[in-house]
């Protein structure tokens, strides 16, 4: 009881250092904001495995390093403002985002993390520093914005396991997020969107309680439930007519707006590799010959609702785009 009470108390505090982050006008509150969430979120990570601590050990080093670059890029601009200061500002906060090439980081904490740790980690802690990386609005991050496409799309081929398989989806999302950084409106809207869709993923993933993508072929999991995890994995991709799709159009829309020729060029290649990875699993594991339950005492409704959500919001989202 006391041990539920704390993590509530810790998960609150981590909320109230992120919108103190996001409801700041300067920067000294905008790192406090930073700091109270870090350091909400570390015992949060902690579980019985003991990999566990050697990974909240890593990730408050890297946390720390990047607090320590961004509250000394603050205190020189004291001084005055110029684009060196800005560039470690927005190194620093892509140090915190985990956006390529800072991303290693994730990868190696990524596994021995909790399913919850990670959707956190995920979503909720990336958007104090989307905050400010809209507040110093720095043109340096169109180069971190192609390798992250490039290399997630790239690096994820070759890869089994389904928490570095979100891993390497955040790194590709969140370099798509970055690239409309200037609009923190979509910025937002693609953030909510791709946490709902990862959100739905990773109840399906507790449900089956699979760590590694070969699971899904061995094991004698329902062809329903099969299917709901990788209609919710294409989604991530922005496979057509899912609700992930939504988001890249939006992307690829303001992009071209912008006259972003080359990202849009580089979006299309890289989204390309990433539809392909996932098309291959759920190949893999819904039509190759495998056993499975013809009945299941699983939940249905748990299975059934995200796969609901992900065929049906699409036109819904359509919609509200075409009337604003």
Known sequence: ????FTKL?????????VIMTICSNNWISMWMGLEMSLLSFMPL???DNQISSESMIKYFIIQSIASTLFLFSISIMMIGVNMMILNLISISMLIKLGAAPFHNWILMIIESMSLFSIF???TVLKLPPIFIMYQINSSTIIIPIMLGMLLSSLLCLNQSSIRKTLGYSSIYNMSLILSTVNFINISYSYMFI???ILMFSMVLINKLKVNFINQMIINDFSMFMKISLWINMLSLSGFPLLLGFFNKIMIIQIMILNNQIILVSILMVSSMFVTMFYLRLAFNCILTLSSFKKWTNVETKTVFYPLLVNLFS???FSLISSIY
């Open 1 to 4: 009881m006391f041990f539920n």
């Open 9 to 17: 108390m810790l998960a609150n505090t981590m909320m109230i250092g």
């Open 45 to 47: 990570m902690q579980t």
């Open 120 to 122: 956190t980690l995920l």
């Open 194 to 196: 791709y946490s709902t």
């Open 314 to 316: 699409m036109p819904f």
